[in-house]
């Protein structure tokens, strides 16, 4: 994926490896899209919605096979992995800090009283929602992004002209410790709206501006549900010989050689 043209297309085993992928999850989305204009009935899902939709700025025009097929590789492999590695860091952090862990537990316990989390807890979640904020601050899934200058301009005494790629790390922003004291530290309290909080721009795990992710909002409220819903029910602990979790850089960044035990609560 990190390939510059023409290396992209070397016969190399890993490109032959992420083209045979490439194909096959094209294919398997075609299939489905073709499966559900044939079928014509609303699931009341994403991909029924997105069938249904119709551009009334230009003559109603729905959309094509192919955007649909992008749109849905675009949420599947943003919406996977990211969250998933979000939440094992977040069940990392509070095995390692048992009284946050106990604070999160009496409020899962009075927000939820043993129902399902639903969309509608999200608001009364507020110590959820801030373990889920400071563990995208401390381990961002999107470690690395790239932007691309569109105008002549400048970055401090750099100048940068047009067409120039920037690469930055949102995880090094994060641990600058003149915007975050102490930036090591797991503190959710400190997203608590009474204290202090970052200067503007400077938590950026969603990136920001024009390119920011279009699901932040999604990707918040679906991981602070999962939160709730698996400490609701579960207390996890790392197994014997297993306390050193370090993370691997890969398409996000997660968490490797994470082993934990799920006990009954």
């Known amino acids: 994926m990190f390939l510059i043209p023409p290396l992209d297309r070397l016969p190399t085993p890993g490109n032959r490896a992420y083209q ?7 294919r398997t989305c075609d299939r489905i899209i073709a499966e559900r204009r044939a079928d014509g009935t609303d699931h009341g899902d994403l991909l029924s919605a997105l069938v249904a939709a119709r551009d009334v700025e230009d003559g109603g025009r729905g959309m094509t096979d192919a955007e649909i097929s992008d749109t849905i ?20 952090l509070l095995a390692r800090h048992p009284e ?12 939820l009283r043993g129902n399902p989390a639903t969309h509608a807890d999200v608001p009364r979640l507020e110590l959820t929602e801030r ?10 899934s999107a470690w690395f992004l790239t932007r691309t200058v569109t105008h002549d301009t400048h970055l401090g005494r750099h ?24 930036p090591k530290t797991f503190d959710p309290d400190r997203w608590d709206p009474e204290h202090p909080q970052p200067p503007r721009n400077a938590f950026i795990p969603f ?21 709730a819903t698996i400490t609701a029910r579960w207390i996890l602990k790392h197994l014997p010989g297993h306390h050193q979790t370090r993370p691997i850089l ?16």
């Open 20 to 26: 045979s992928a490439h194909t096959r999850l094209r």
């Open 73 to 92: 590789l675009t949420v599947f492999l943003a919406g996977t992995e990211t969250t998933a590695s979000t939440l094992a860091w977040a069940l990392d």
């Open 100 to 111: 946050i862990e106990q604070r999160l537990h009496a409020e899962v316990d009075t927000v």
């Open 131 to 140: 373990i889920i904020t400071k563990t995208l601050r401390l381990y961002p």
């Open 159 to 182: 100048p940068l002209p047009a067409g120039t790629s920037i690469v930055y790390s949102p995880y090094l922003i994060h641990h600058r410790p003149d915007l975050y004291p102490d």
């Open 207 to 227: 990136a920001t501006g024009a390119r920011k992710c279009i699901g932040d909002t999604f990707a918040t409220a679906e991981a602070v549900l999962s939160l």
């Open 250 to 265: 890969g398409a996000s960044f997660g968490p490797g050689e994470l082993r934990m035990q799920a006990t009954p609560r």
